[in-house]
Structures are given as C-alpha cells and as structure tokens.
C-alpha cells in the first residue's frame, strides 16, 4: 500500500495541479519577491492528492482488516472519519477562506467520533515521585484528598494509578484540535509542511517498530499504528518530493490539517500520546512562542512568514511594528537595540533566523528539518532513558 | 438534531454564500437567458452548508449512540464515512470539474466501507412463483442445479431463500455508485435536486415509521435509517428554501452526491435496498432514458438542461442535432415529425415539456416533484399490497 501510495501521489500531482491552477486556486510564492519567479503562480492544496490517495490507501487497508481483525474495524473505521473530515474542512478553507472561530469548532467535532469509539483506559500512570503526594502508608495525603474530588485515585496500587475519566477526553480532544492547527502555523517556507511531517511520520514509525519488536502488550495498538503510518509517510514523501524547494506545489491548508489529525489519530488510538508530544516539541516551541501574537497580546501581521532579500538572495526574519514602550519584555528577549521599534514576528521560523543569520530558503528549511530531527531523538531519549526513572517497568 | 439542522442551514446558507461567490464558485442560471437575471452570477455548490450540518448532526447522534447502541456503533461510523468521503468529492468535483472516470472510480471506493462493515444476511428471498423453477418435491431442478454453481440454494427451506454471497456484495456497491449519480443526472432546474431528495427522503421516513409501528423484526434498522433520516430531510429542507425558483444558490454537485449516498447507506444499513429504488422511479427511467446519450450512442451536447424562451417566458425542450437517418427508432419514439433533424434530449424533463408542453420553471419543477410523489406512492401500493402475492409474510 505504501509502494502504491507514494507512486500514486507523485504521478497525479503533476496532472491535478492543472485543474486547480486552471480554478485559480493557485498563490504567490511570497518567498521569492523581486527574483524572477516571483510571479508565477503556484498551485495550492495539493495536499489533496496526498489526501485522496492516502483516504484510499486506508481504505484498502479497512478491507484486509476487515478479515484479518474484526475487533479493530471500529478504529480503523473513526480514524478514517476523522482524517476524512479534517481533508474536507482543509480543503474548503483553502478555496473559501474560513474565519478562525470555524478552524477551532470543526477540529473539535471531528474527533468526536474519534472519542466515541475510544474503549481503552482512562487512567493514567502517575510519575513515581508524585505518588507520595498523593498517598503515605496507605492513606490519602490532604493533596491526595483534594484531587480525589474530581478524579479516582487507585488506592489499592498505591497512588501509582489514577483514573482522570472524563478530563481524559477532554485532553484527547484537546490533543487532535493543536496537532491540526500546529503544523498549520509551523508553516510557510517550501518543504517544511510536507517536510516536518515526514519527519515525525518516521519518528512514529520508528517507535512503532521498536514496539512492536519488543512485544509490549499494546503491540496490536502499534501494528494498527504502524499501517496507518507507512501509508502516511508513503503519501508525504510523495508530496515532499514536489513541494521541495523550488516548490512546484503548495501543500496548503488541506496537508496541514489532514497530517496533524493523522498524528493524533494514531496517537489516541494507538495509546501513545504522551511519546507522540515529545515529537512535536518544535512545534510546541512555535506554539507557545506564538501565543501572544495569535491571541493578540501584541500586533500580529497577516502573514509571519520570513522576507526574502533579493539583493542577496537570503531570507531574513520578518518583522511587526512595536508601536509603544509596552512590549519592552519582548525587546529584551530578543536582545535587540532597545531603541528599535520593530521586532522579529514570534516564530519558530524567524527565531531561527535571528539566531543563525540570514541564509537561503532550502538551507532554512533543512536547518529546521534538522531541528525536528533533533527533537524526535531527544524524544526518543526521554521516552527509553529518562522515562525509566519516573515510571515502573 | 433535525430542527437545529434546519435552523442552522437556513441561518448558514446567506452567510457562507458570500463565500463561494468571492471565490468565483458560482455561475449563470442557464434556464434564465434573456431576461435581467442572466448575467446575475448564482452561488454555486452550496450543498456543502447542508451537508457539512447533516455530518455534523450525524456525528452528535453518533455520540449518543455510543452510549445506547454500541453495536450499532460500527454502522454509524461507516455510514457517516461513505457520506462524508462522497460530500468530500461533490465538492473538490465542483470546484476542480473532476472527468467521468474518477466519478465512477471514486464512488466504488468510497462504497467499500459500508460493505466492509456490512454484517447481514447476504441471502435474498425468492418470489413464490420462482421456487418451483429452482426446486421441485425437494429436488433442485436442471435450472436449480445450473443456479447452483454461482450461489447456494437453501434447500432445506424448500427453494425460499437463497444465498447470492459475493453478489450481494456487488449489488450493493453498484447501487452505491447509482444513487450517487442518479440525482445528479435528473437535475438542472431551480429545486428539482433538493426537492426530489426531500420527497424521496419523506417517503423512506414514512416506510421507516410504518416498520417500526408494525415491530417488524428489523425494527432496529429502521431505528437506525429513520434517525439518519429525521436530519437529511431537515437539511434539505432548509436547502430548497434558498434553492427554489427563481435560486439565490445552487446546489451542486456536492449535494446531488452525498444525498445520493445517503440514500445507499440507508438502504443497504437499513436492508430495505429493494424499496429504495421503488422510490427512485423517475431517477430509474431518467437514467434508462439518458444511457443512449450518456454512452454516446447518440450525439450529446454538454448541457441538457430545457431551454428557455425569453418571448414566452417558458421552458421549452432541448434538442440535439441527429446528423443521419440511423437514430430513425428515436424519432418514432418521440413522435416527432420524421423530417426534422432535431430531438428533445433524453432526459425524464424534457419528456415531460415534450408531453405537456412549454412551461414555467417552477410550475415545471411542481410537475416533476409531483410525479416523484406519485411514483413513491407507487411505490407503498408496490411494497404493502403487491408484494404480498410475491413473497410470504
């Protein structure tokens, strides 16, 4: 299925980005302004052949399942739904546009099914040296009776168990509306849509294995993970291979949300979501160094994305007006001239920039595939090292 | 769920219209050249307010499911899916104009869920007069016997059941790809394609209510397709309020093939397939009536649509030209003058102006609506009196 995927996502792309040029659905490439380039328009939302044919894959996959382990058809079948329902609400919000209010309450919706056909555990390990804040000698600590209120704390296993129940939901949810909307604002320069979830896409795969191999009693939940994945990756790689720069594509809004429900998908359903975060750390980074703008704390352009120079054919950090002395704080972390009045827009991608010095869009983009590479083996390292320290065996 | 359906359709259409218009997914209304409102531009493909709404009613009926039915969990998962993955495709088809091939393809995939989870019986039950050709004095006669290689004979049930296996599978996934492109070829005037749905929708609900008040044995399928139902109808419903003539918006594709597919699941998930299409007789005889032209057999022209005569303020039929004397049958079907050299194309509404002669377009679309009605009440007469001389109770 991957084989097929991959080989199915390269040839049609060439041919499907006729159609949407031809509708218009097409952008500049903001990246390249004054060089020659800068007026050709590209063909946008080509996530939707990786989609497509990825939505396909699984499809087929459903069929062998279907035989194989009738037990797992109601997850394959609301995983399916739920990636399906983000390629859509993608794809319309590449051609119309959606305001933001839409972009939150949808993801939320569509991993609702996702949380309906959830039958795992609810409970949580809880980190060995938390536990005695909880319990001592058998009894509930004052802290221990406190958190009983809202949650089910297992006595009889010493604290090392607590059952969040229906808070665990929440965060499920929670999980699936950040991964669609992470890759989203972690985005913008050729390569690194595609390109970082590539990444993460072999991450998973990787961890799945080891899983897999070690026989763990959650192998059936990372073999279901790992079939997802290789198509996933096979799709990406597909698209990545077009997208790459000089991009010929854009993935558009479309591969954003569809990958990041993907992640999520696997990870809820695959009982690993904890591992999955410690993939994301980049994004996570971006997120959080992108909370003032986003929610408005200081000014945010309509576009964050990196200016390209075209005196000396680098990209260098874009900038917002600072327009009182309010955001001092955001001067001093950014170690600039305090006498300036424009500041570097807050993302991963211009953090880079300021730090490393301006330099050409496919060095950029493999400097920050390079950091998601970093993370994903920093996340390794936690998930088969540090953990051990904090979680029984 | 159904009134807030409705309400939030309704509500929604006006806004997201301003939409597809800015993004230039609208077009002309062909059936109103030559008066003021023809350069008007019509939004197009508003299908996707409806049935975004309906998947998102579905999805919170899923929710309520998972806590009462949970086995039913399987078939609402696979439904919302099939219908979802056709909505997906309505709309990229809208927008991007997909060719012939991929409609037929990609409907065939998208069925393939539904029958993955489809967990029934796959035996039909022979008509009475039928049995004694099969089987005679508990022996399978020579015609029997001939069957017998294909399917398997129940002979113990003397003839009355028979196990099509495969075949059942085949038939269900051929009516998928038919009432997805059934409503989409009996289309083309303002309200026709909302309001066939919504009387074709009204009648499975009826069949639904009279099952479950009679406490049939498959009272909890028609549980299960009246609750898919109660929202369909209540979406198209606000549907056709903006769509009937003279059409703020037009429908598209995208409502034409996820109400097809809605009528699929329903009708395979809920067993009474073979009552569904007693409903679907005019889309049956359309469909008959257009393969001529649609395999190319005859000459045909992009649009079929009936023409409109600005001096009369009437629809008329429209013709294709017959370039020699081969289509002489045609002529004589039509009764036309065998002399002339143009003939109505062969759509169900070009017939009806044909007979009837020229009209208006909404008094054009009350008539086809009306013969809807007639035929779904041949249809009951069909299902609840004649059966009964068929098939044992």
New interface residues.
Partial sequence: MGIFGFILTDRLIPN?KE??LR???CGKDLGKRGTDLADKPVPEALG?VSGAVF??CL??C??G??TSHPSK??DV??A??SI??M??LG??DD????PWRYKLILPT??S??LL??YNGSTSIVVPIPCRALLIQSQEMTILGKFVSWFIEIDVASNGSLVDVGLFYFLYMGMLAVFCTNAINIYAGINGLEAGQSYVIGCAILLHNFIEIKAQSLSQENHLFSAMIMISFVAVTLGLLKHNWYPANVFVGDTFCYFAGMTFAVVGILGHFSKTLLLFFIPQIMNFLWSVPQLFKIVPCPRHRLPGFNPSTGLMEPSTFECKSNEYIWLKTLNRLDHKTERIPNMTVINMALSIVGPMSERNLCSLLLGLQLICCGFGFFMRYYIAGFFFDS
Avoid: R
């Fill in positions: 499907i159609y949407t509708k218009g659905i939707i939505i396909v499809i087929f459903l069929v399942y279907a058809l109601l079948n609301s399916l739904l399906l329902f390629l859509f794809f319309t051609v119309l546009d959606w919706i569509a609702l099914p309906c056909c």
